[in-house]
C-alpha cells in the first residue's frame, strides 16, 4: 500500500536575513559578495538556519502520527512542507491525497470573509462542489458552535473562535490527510476534548492523522506512530510509546544538566556544606535510581562553631511547590548532643516509590530549640529516577511521567 506521507532525506533552509520579500537589488548585492568566493573556485557559503536536515520518514494510510520535540525542532516547518505551505531546499515530499491543516490560530480562514463565506470558500479550495459543502454545513457550524456569529468577520472573532472555526471547517470538509499544530492549545478545555474525539473518529473512519502538541498525553492517548525531532533532525522514530520515551528521558537529561550537583549558596555563621552526595544500598555514589530502590543521602557538613541537638530535615521535590518526601529529625528525633568540626549526616531512604524524572534535594538544620534555622532550608542536589513506565493506557507513559510523581500500589473494581 502506497504511504499518505512520505519524506525523503527532506531539508528545509530558510533564508537568513534581507528583505523580508525578494528584491533584484538584494539579489544583484548577494551575488556581487559571493563573486569572489566563486572566483577562487570555493563553494557559496549557505546562510539562514536549517530547519530541517535530512529528515525521512513515512505514514501510512489511516495512521495517526505524531511529531514532537521542543521548540525550533522543526515540527511546524514539517507540517508546513507536508501542507504544502512551503517547499523543502532538498529531499523529496510526497503527499497523496487532499489535506486539511490546522497549522496556527487562524489558518485557513480569512479574517475580512464571515464564518458562512469562510466555509464555503475552504471547501472551493479543497475541490469540493458546492453541494458537497452545503451538505456539511450544518454539521461543522454545530461543532464550532458559532451559529450567533456566522454573518460576522472572522477579524471580530476571538484566537478561541477562529480556532473552533478552523479546526471545524478543516475536520469536516472530507480530508484524507488532516494536519493539527499546537494551535489546540488556545481553545478551551471542553473545546480541546471535542477537538481530540473528533481526531480519533478521524482515524477510525480510515483518514490519516499528522499531530503536532507538546500535551504528551493527547499523543500517546490518539497516536500509534511518532518522531521525535531534535535541531532538525530525526531522534527517534517508531512506536509512539518508545518514541515518548526517548523525549522524555532527552528531557530529563537536559534538566538534570541544568541543575549543579550541589547548589546550596545561602552563608551560615554556623556550617558549611562542604558536599551531598546519592548513593545505593551497596554504598556506592550515584545518581540514578530506579523505583522502588533504597536511596541513600549523605551530608557533609563542616560546623563553623560547636553547635548543640541540631535538627537536620531532608526534602525531596519535583521542581514544583512542596515537598513529595520529608524526612526530619524534627519529626523523628534523634538529633545529635553536639556536632563540632567535620561530620557526615545519613539518611537512607527504603524502597523510594518515585517514577522516573528528576528530582532536587533540599536541606536545612534548625536550632536545638527546633525553631531558627542554623542551616537555611535551599537546595543542595539533584539525582534522577530511570526506567520505562509500566502501564496499560492508553496514556500511561506521557500521564505518570508529566504528572502524579508517587507510585503506589492499588487495584480498581467496578460494582454495578
Known amino acids: 500500500m502506497t504511504p499518505s506521507v512520505t519524506l525523503e532525506k527532506v531539508s528545509k533552509r530558510y533564508r537568513g536575513g534581507g528583505p523580508r520579500y525578494a528584491s533584484l537589488r ?16 570555493r563553494p557559496a557559503t549557505k546562510r539562514g538556519p536549517l530547519a530541517l536536515d ?24 514539517a507540517l508546513k512542507i507536508i501542507s504544502r505551505i512551503t517547499y523543502p531546499t532538498a529531499g523529496r515530499a510526497l503527499v497523496h491525497g487532499r489535506v486539511g491543516a490546522l497549522i496556527e490560530v487562524g489558518s485557513g480562514v480569512h479574517p475580512e470573509l464571515t464564518a458562512r463565506e469562510n466555509i464555503s470558500l475552504y471547501g472551493q479550495i479543497l475541490g469540493m462542489s458546492r453541494d458537497g459543502v452545503r451538505r456539511r454545513f450544518d454539521e461543522i457550524v454545530e461543532f464550532a458552535e458559532l451559529e450567533h456569529a456566522l454573518d460576522t468577520p472572522v477579524k471580530m472573532y476571538s484566537s478561541g473562535m477562529q480556532l473552533r472555526l478552523g479546526f471545524a471547517i478543516a475536520s469536516h470538509l472530507d480530508p484524507d490527510i488532516f494536519v493539527v499544530d499546537e494551535a489546540l492549545a488556545v481553545g478551551d478545555a471542553g473545546f480541546q476534548a471535542k477537538c481530540v474525539e473528533r481526531m480519533t473518529g478521524l482515524v477510525s473512519e480510515g483518514r490519516t492523522l499528522l499531530f503536532v502538541s507538546h500535551n504528551l498525553s493527547a499523543v500517546e492517548a490518539i497516536c500509534q506512530q511518532g518522531l521525535f525531532l ?8 517508531g512506536d509512539v510509546k518508545d518514541v515518548l520515551a526517548q523525549y522524555l528521558d532527552w528531557v530529563d537529561t537536559k534538566r538534570q544538566s541544568r541543575l549543579p550537583e550541589s547548589t546550596a549558596t545561602r552563608p551560615s555563621r554556623y556550617l558549611q556544606l562542604e558536599e551531598a552526595t546519592c548513593h545505593g544500598a551497596d554504598g556506592e555514589e550515584r545518581y540514578a535510581f530506579k523505583t522502588g530502590e533504597d536511596i541513600e543521602v549523605r551530608l557533609n557538613f563542616k560546623a563553623k562553631v560547636p553547635v548543640n541537638r541540631p535538627h537536620f530535615s531532608i526534602g525531596i521535590t519535583d521542581g514544583r511547590p512542596g515537598n513529595l518526601i520529608l524526612c526530619s529529625m524534627l519529626v523523628d528525633g534523634g538529633a545529635p548532643e553536639r556536632i563540632d568540626g567535620a561530620v557526615t549526616i545519613s539518611c537512607r531512604l527504603h524502597s523510594v516509590p518515585l517514577l522516573p524524572r528528576v528530582y532536587q534535594l533540599y536541606c536545612s538544620v534548625r536550632s536545638e530549640q527546633a525553631f531558627g534555622d542554623v542551616f537555611d532550608w535551599q537546595p543542595v542536589g539533584n539525582f534522577r529516577m530511570e526506567g520505562s513506565v509500566q502501564g496499560a493506557g492508553p496514556a500511561a507513559q506521557a500521564h505518570l ?3 502524579g510523581p508517587v507510585h503506589v500500589q492499588h487495584e480498581w473494581e467496578v460494582r454495578p
Open 230 to 237: 531534535l535541531n532538525g533532525r530525526v531522534q527517534a522514530l
Open 401 to 403: 511521567s508529566t504528572d
Open 26 to 41: 538584494h539579489d544583484l548585492s548577494t551575488a556581487l559578495r559571493r563573486l569572489p568566493q566563486r572566483l577562487r573556485g
Open 54 to 77: 535530512e529528515v525521512s520518514f513515512d505514514v501510512q494510510h489511516g495512521e495517526s502520527f505524531a511529531i514532537i520535540g521542543p521548540n525550533g525542532a522543526g515540527k511546524t516547518t
